[in-house]
């Protein structure tokens, strides 16, 4: 009896040490694709800066908010990754790091539908 409880036990134990393992892969993929599209926004103002854009009023500002989002994102994984228990961090930087992508899109559209 005593020995089934245990295996119950270390049944439930390795489960959760492999949800935190993927909790901590997820957080690593975050950290890096946050600070990638970090240099991917500066990039793009960079060029709107240089080709003098008329464009870049909308896409330009709406690229700086967006790399404030990819940098909180990539800040907030890094603390998961610090941090063993923090489910909410990671949380956080998912969250953000989705919204910040589909400002990525959005700014993709006007940049397509204003060149013509």
Known sequence: MISIHHHVINCINMKQNGRRAANREIARHIFSGATTMVGVCIMVITLFKVMNFSLKSYADETLGINSLLFIISSFMSYLSLRN????????????????????????????VFYID
């Open 84 to 111: 063993n228990n923090s489910r909410w961090m990671e949380w956080i930087a998912e969250i953000l790091f989705f919204i910040g992508m589909l400002v990525m899109v959005f700014v993709g559209f006007i940049i």
